[in-house]
């Protein structure tokens, strides 16, 4: 290749930096890249039949109901007539009514009633709706352009005899910020010492997967599934249960500087155990237990010190010592800072350059790679639920 076709193709070549994987606005190459993938949006268990509500998603809002026929649905945030927020609304049927003036809208987003129009012209009426599905608990949505991709199951946790846990949680920071404490193994020894452990640290090593990337050095490994799930294994608990609990987690953007924390762990085990694991996951949170996130912006403010922090509460003092690490990062989209990263850090490097290499690929019209979970994922793992 000549000086000048070098310059040419360097000039042909999209220019994407890691900015470009923290913004997932409508008009964001990261935003346009994560559209292309199901996302959920909210615990099916909290929103009951006939309720509506509004919901923010990469930095757009949307209508979530649940028809009387049990269906969820996900539409345009506002009534076409006047723009009133359609969650204010009714839901009738599998339909919502808009509070304003009562336009009625299906689950496909047409418009089939305009009470107070002696001529209705429902027929020229429809706002966007979106795919969506329930699964595991999760209601998901799909926002990107196009027929929806067909919807990955996940094996290993459609396991009813097993326990389960649900949760989402509203994180004040960047989704990607979380993304890289996944893959950012070394952080856990140093942050989470009651873990112990810490002789990975001398074998860690990442490399690409059909899935998206797997970080060795701890037991299990660490899998990412892009564009931003992350699976991992959990040692036992104390006063849990005596098994390993795997754990599949996805960081969905609110906007550039908060995200919906989902994550779902499932324990394998039955009988006597699984019933004196639930029983102990309905019992109420022993005194300080619920306030663990509270006290976690009390050591970003100063006020307390994260060695204060009591060790008893397994699981919530690891997400405490993570949302002070990954919240006292801040607004990384909008705010950037230099970073300087060492060879510890190979896993947080590999998956910023997938993600930007599929970026540039969806920038300059190129094909992306498809991205497949294998059903065995965690066999072999330590009392695996597979």
């Known amino acids: 290749m000549t000086a000048t076709q070098e310059r040419a193709a360097t000039t042909d070549r999209a220019e994407i930096t890691f900015q470009d994987c923290l913004k997932t606005g409508p008009d964001t190459i990261g935003g346009r890249y994560l559209r292309l993938f199901w996302q959920p949006v909210h615990l099916s268990a909290d929103l009951p039949a006939g309720r509506a509500g509004p919901i923010r998603i990469m930095s757009e809002d949307f209508t979530l109901y649940r028809g009387e026929s049990g269906d969820a649905h996900v539409v345009a945030f506002r009534c076409a007539h006047r723009g009133t927020q359609l969650s204010t609304g009714w839901v009738e049927g599998d339909a919502l009514r808009c509070f304003y003036h009562g336009w009625k809208y299906d689950a496909s987003g047409q418009c089939i009633e305009q009470p107070a129009e002696p001529e209705p012209f429902c027929n020229r009426i429809k706002i966007r709706a979106y795919p969506t599905t329930e699964y595991l608990g999760l209601i998901f949505a799909y926002f990107g352009e196009g027929d929806a991709p067909e919807f990955e199951r996940t094996p290993e946790f459609e396991k009813p005899e097993y326990v389960t846990v649900k949760s989402c949680k509203i994180w004040p920071s960047n989704f990607y910020t979380n993304i890289d404490n996944g893959l950012d193994m070394t952080h856990v020894p140093r942050l989470h010492p009651q873990l ?131 919240v006292g990062i801040g607004n990384i989209a909008n705010n950037p800072f230099d970073e300087h990263l060492g060879r510890a850090d190979v896993g947080v490097s590999l998956l910023r350059s997938i993600w930007m290499r599929e970026l540039r690929a969806l920038a300059e019209g190129r094909p992306l790679k498809e991205w497949h979970r294998r059903d065995d994922l965690w066999s072999g793992g330590p009392n695996s639920p597979a």
């Open 196 to 326: 112990g452990d810490t002789k990975f640290l001398h074998v860690l090593s990442a490399r690409e997967t059909e899935y998206g990337a797997r970080v060795d050095g701890w037991t299990p490994p660490f899998h990412f599934c892009m564009p931003n799930i992350q699976e991992f294994g959990a040692r036992p608990r104390s006063g849990g249960t005596s098994r390993w609990m795997y754990g599949r987690g996805w960081r969905v953007p609110i906007d550039d500087c908060s995200h919906l924390r989902f994550d779902l762990q499932i324990a394998p085990v039955t009988g006597e155990e699984a019933q004196r694991y639930r029983e102990r996951m309905a019992a109420p949170p022993p005194e300080g237990a619920a306030h663990l996130l509270e006290a976690a912006e009390r050591v970003l403010a100063g006020e307390m010190w994260a060695g204060d922090l009591d060790p008893k509460f397994y699981g919530d003092v690891v997400n405490a010592q993570d949302y002070i690490a990954m």
